[in-house]
């Protein structure tokens, strides 16, 4: 069928951020077909620069509300880097939570308020209360809750956390507190088991759309990496020189675009739930494989909508990995550390972690007074910018004669699944004065 | 005893959106002359997370600003269940996700406190910067003041 049409969706709702969907197809050919970031970009790598080593986690949190754990925890990792501190056990243990706690919060939050209304054929979750579907809504409003409190109790708050600071904590939870969690999170995996069935129930409704695509991720020997790991690539393996990072993510500039976009060993890579699972899958926890296996879930998987079930893995993964952290933490008792003392040095210092969204860089060089000169911040929807791009380009033709308004909600899907930060990524911008 | 919950709401880098939050550090400052049984939350901007916040309370009053087409600084004290069911037009949070559509998802999920209370302040400039109005600076204390009583009038009803 050869016809002419346009699809101009500014801005693509429930994302994080501002991004429209350009496609222009003239005699059933495609002439244009963009994923446009138009958001202003916001400079947080000039605003750390004269800023004092402890200032620069409070600061690069606000770079998001939703990931503000996994900011604060790679610009420690990258200030503590760069100064030569190193953390006690008790603090990698709790860092460890924290990060359980975030990706619990925004992957419940992404399934379950922005996803699920697409495989219900529903514009938001707003529609489903009070229908068949209030039960399901609060089972995913508890997990939700849960995933808040957790990060209230280990961080000090829900978001933006306070107690995370450099060299340690300024405070941990009791033991009973952990105790109290641990119970909490023991109910809260039953209830995601539920979930799990209800998603799995109307997974078919993803379209069954794969490209194959390089997967990049943190991966280590002893676990599932998400604080802690070496970069690697479904290409081309492990690459420990983690300060030169900048070799594997190349970030370039497109002018259709005020965030960067990024690639490595192809034209694009794709960074987030679904990368780590392509890595790291054998090290989930039981449940957790159980969960990927009720799906059909096998690395490598190449089909980005998965991303979404994924995350739901990871929930789980993340649950059992937290009650594992606290019979350690409880069995060892909590101790009462101050963190570590700091000596100022000049150097410099980049701090990797696992996000929701996928992996994070903060790179903080310091002078001998403990202040920032310089500072890079590499952004895991950044990475993915380039990938969601090559993605619609290989999926439009697949779907190219269906109706305008199908194909329209297939794109918007398709964007969603990436589960896009979009105001983090707007970090640069290419202005030229003639 | 019931559990009451004070949420102040609101952007203090919005000018007079940031009344919420300033009214609320006010009463966290005289709380010893208040009930022990209320608890002071900053609800920030809001969003989604305002479910959670308020579904442990029996009765919640939001502090926040609102256009309710009144004088400048003029502080109105709304029970929820009037403005949904009258369906007043008054304008609440000029950040996301309207608090109203909140309650109205906790009601549905049936999960919301018994009573919700809005005692709103009617601002006069919602632009980006950090000072409060004028006018709205000048009424501070009569607003805290306001404040607390229509608080011990809640006391009192449920006493």
């Known amino acids: 069928m050869t016809r002419d049409f346009s699809i101009n969706i500014e801005h693509v709702t429930r994302v994080e951020g501002h991004g429209n969907i350009v496609l222009d197809v003239k005699n059933g050919e495609i002439k244009k077909i963009e994923w446009q970031i138009s958001e202003a970009p916001r400079f947080f790598e000039a605003m750390l620069r004269g800023r004092n080593y402890d200032e620069l986690r409070t600061i690069t949190s606000r770079i998001c509300g939703i990931c503000s754990i996994g900011h604060s925890l790679a610009s420690l990792k990258a200030t503590e880097d760069a100064l030569g501190v190193k953390i006690s056990e008790q603090t990698r243990i709790l860092r460890h939570l924290a990060t359980n706690a975030e990706n619990m919060q925004s992957h419940i939050l992404h399934v379950g308020y922005l996803s699920i209304p697409d495989l219900l054929g529903v514009d938001s979750v707003f529609p489903l209360v009070g229908t068949k579907h209030n039960d399901s809504l609060l089972k995913i409003v508890r997990l939700h809750r849960l995933a808040n409190e957790m990060s209230d109790l280990v961080c000090g708050r829900t978001i933006h956390p306070i107690r995370l600071v450099v060299g340690g904590l300024s405070a941990a939870p009791s033991e009973k507190q952990l105790l109290d969690l641990k119970k909490d999170l023991a109910e809260g995996l039953e209830i995601t088991k539920e979930v799990a069935y209800v998603v799995k129930s109307v997974a078919g409704n993803f ?74 899958s054998k090290q989930l926890h039981p449940i957790a494989k159980e969960v990927a296996d009720m799906f059909g879930l096998k690395p490598i998987n190449y089909n980005p909508f998965m991303n979404n079930i994924v995350q739901l893995v990871e929930f789980v993964h993340n649950i059992e990995d937290s009650l594992n952290w606290i019979d350690i933490l409880v069995d060892e008792g909590v101790k009462d550390e101050k963190p570590k003392e700091v000596k100022l040095k000049a150097g410099r210092g980049v701090g990797i972690v696992e996000v929701p969204r996928g992996i994070l860089v903060h790179d903080y060089t310091l002078n001998d007074n403990g202040k920032c000169t310089k500072a890079n911040c590499v952004i895991p929807t950044n990475q993915n910018h380039a990938n969601i791009q090559k993605d619609m380009e290989a999926f439009v033709p697949q779907i190219i004669d269906k109706p305008e308004k ?29 | 005893m019931k559990k009451i919950g004070v949420i102040g709401i609101g952007n203090p880098l919005r000018k007079d959106d940031g009344i919420g939050i300033v009214l609320l550090e006010k009463l966290v400052e005289i709380k ?20 959670h916040l308020f579904a442990r309370f029996d009765i919640v009053v939001f502090i926040d600003a609102v256009n309710f087409g009144g004088e400048i600084a003029r502080s109105k004290f709304f029970n929820s269940e009037d403005v949904i069911s009258k369906n007043i037009q008054i304008k609440i949070s000029s950040h996301g996700s309207n608090i109203l559509k909140i309650i109205q998802l906790s009601k549905k999920l049936g999960e919301n406190p018994d009573e919700i209370f809005i005692f709103g302040v009617q601002p006069k400039d919602m632009k980006p910067g950090t000072r409060l109005s004028y ?18 009038n809640v006391m009192e009803n449920i006493k």
């Open chain 1, 207 to 280: 379209p069954d759309f794969e490209r194959e695509t390089e997967y990049i991720a943190l991966t280590s020997d002893k676990e599932y990496a998400l604080y802690d790991g070496i970069i690697a690539s479904t290409d081309t393996g492990k690459h420990p020189d983690y300060k030169n990072y900048e070799k594997i993510m190349k970030e370039y500039f497109v002018p259709h675009s005020t965030a960067f976009h990024a690639k490595h060993y192809r034209d694009s890579y794709m960074v987030g739930a679904l990368a780590r699972f392509n890595l790291n």
């Open chain 2, 135 to 152: 006018e709205i600076q000048e009424n501070i204390d009569l607003l805290v003041n306001n404040l607390k009583v229509e608080l011990k």
């Open chain 1, 406 to 434: 199908e194909i329209e909600f297939n794109l918007e899907m398709l964007v969603r699944a990436y589960d896009p930060c979009i105001s983090c990524s707007t970090h640069y911008l290419d202005v030229k004065f003639v």
């Open chain 2, 32 to 51: 010893d002359d208040l009930p022990d049984n209320i608890e002071y939350i900053d609800g920030g901007t809001g969003g989604i997370n305002l479910l």
